[in-house]
C-alpha cells in the first residue's frame, strides 16, 4: 500500500501547529478526530513532544494513518482508534482535542453527534480546536469555498460548509464557549473552544 499524502495537508500543518503550541499549552492528553492520512498527527506530535497525541478515525483509513506512524520516532504518537460519531467513544476523558476538516465532510446529524461525543470526552476546563471553512451569516468567506460547497453536496447532498453560528451553539450545549476564531491559510479557520 503506498503512503496516503494530501497536499492540503502540506501547506497547512505549520500555521495550524504554530496556533496549537500556545492553545495546547496546558494539556497532557490530546485526541485527533478524523486524523485522515495520519500527515498532521505525526507533525503534530514531533513539534508539541510534551503531548500525548491519539490518533483516530474510521478503521478503513488505519492503513494510511500507521504507514506515516510508522516512519515516525515520536513517542507520544498513538495508533489509531476506531472512531465513528454514530457510535461511543473508545476513550475516556482528554485535555484537548483537535479535528481538521471534518464537519464539513459528515452529515449534520453527525455534527450533532460529535459535539455530543466532545461533551462526554473532554476534560473540565478542557480545550477544542475545529479547523476548517466555516460560514458567517449564512454567508461563504469566498468564492472558493461557495465552489467547494457546491461540489462537496455533488458527492453527498448532506455534506457542506457549516454556519457558524450553528457551531457555536452546539458548542455552547456542551458548556463550550468560543474564545478565538484564527484566519488561516486557504480560506479556512481555526476555532478555538474552552469548556467553562
Known sequence: MQKPFS???????QPIVEILQHTFSGCKTILEVGSGTGQHAVHFAEMLPQLSWQTSDL????PGINLW????SAKNLLRPLTLDFSKPWPLTLVDGIFTANTLHIVSFPLVEAFFKGVGRHLNPHG???LYGPFKYNH???SPSNAQF???LKNIESSR?????????ALANNEGLVLTKDFDMPANNQLLVFKRQ
Open 160 to 168: 457542506g460548509i457549516r454556519d457558524i453560528e450553528k457551531v457555536i
Open 7 to 13: 497536499q492540503a495537508c502540506e501547506n497547512n500543518k
Open 127 to 129: 480545550i477544542l480546536c
Open 69 to 72: 506512524l510508522d516512519e515516525s
Open 139 to 141: 454567508q461563504f468567506t
Open 149 to 151: 460547497d457546491l461540489w
Open 59 to 62: 478503521e478503513e483509513n488505519h
